[in-house]
């Protein structure tokens, strides 16, 4: 609870992953010997203006999030897992779908960004506490290119774009409406900002970590591994 507001958590776990190239679901792969979901539902578990966790999985995959929850420890804020659908949207839709009736915020996070930090949550909860809509993001450090068939058409300037992150912060009627209108318009937006930003809702920036990134490729994995034993070595 946070300044009277309840605040629940979507955790997105359903993704396949392909270019993971594993043979379990993305969510459940081992990193530092626990599986990528329960680090992102530890992480958001631990900050205190979150009352509730609603994990989404795969169908196919609820008996075996159960079965690895045996040997997780307490996790009291932690909801029954639902299943997800075909795409993300979907999946995100049917987390909506059973959050309490209280919850006036909502957080949706990527399993995949397991190195989530909760002093990051706990930032972005704030600020969509009081404008409604916030994001994680980080600036890009990139020189970016406009391409159109093999060709550069412009290198914008980097300094107004961020990479967006997860956990994004909406208010939970804000947000359903927003996938309502998505679906009715057929629209399948990259994340759930940018539903939002269709509906003329302005969504502000946190800064987010550089080390929140989607875990995508095998590398990514090796990279995690790093610098998790990198915290473990300051702790």
């Not at 916030?134 to 600036?139: D, G, N, S």
């Not at 009627?173 to 009715?184: I, N, Q, Y």
């Not at 989607?214 to 990514?220: A, M, S």
Request: with cysteine; hydrophobic share 50%.
């Amino acid at each position: 609870m946070l300044g009277g507001v309840r605040v629940a958590a979507v955790v997105v776990a359903a993704g396949r992953g392909e270019r993971f190239r594993q043979r379990l679901p993305k969510a459940f792969v081992s990193l530092a010997g626990r599986p990528l979901v329960l680090h992102a539902v530890e992480a958001l578990s631990a900050v205190a203006a979150v009352s509730c966790v609603q994990p989404v999985v795969a169908r196919e995959e609820l008996s075996r999030f159960e079965a690895l929850l045996a040997g997780a420890g307490e996790l009291p804020k932690l909801a029954p897992a639902v299943a997800g659908g075909a795409e993300r949207q979907d999946s995100v839709r049917a987390g909506l779908a059973v959050l309490p009736a209280d919850c006036e915020l909502v957080a949706v996070h990527d399993a995949a960004r397991a190195l989530v930090r909760p002093a990051a949550v706990a930032r972005v909860i704030e600020v969509a506490k009081r404008e409604g809509a916030a994001i994680l993001a980080a600036p890009v450090q990139d020189t970016l290119k406009r391409v159109e068939k093999g060709r550069i058409l412009e290198t914008p300037d980097r300094a107004s774009f961020w990479a967006a992150q997860t956990p994004q912060v909406f208010r939970v009627d804000c947000l359903r409406e927003a996938h309502a209108k998505a679906v009715a318009d057929g629209v399948r937006g990259t994340d759930d900002a940018a539903l939002v930003e269709r509906l003329g809702v302005e969504v502000h920036v946190v800064a987010g970590d550089a080390d929140n990134f989607k875990l995508t490729h095998p590398q990514d994995l090796v990279l995690a591994e790093q610098i998790l034993a990198q915290r473990s070595d300051r702790a």
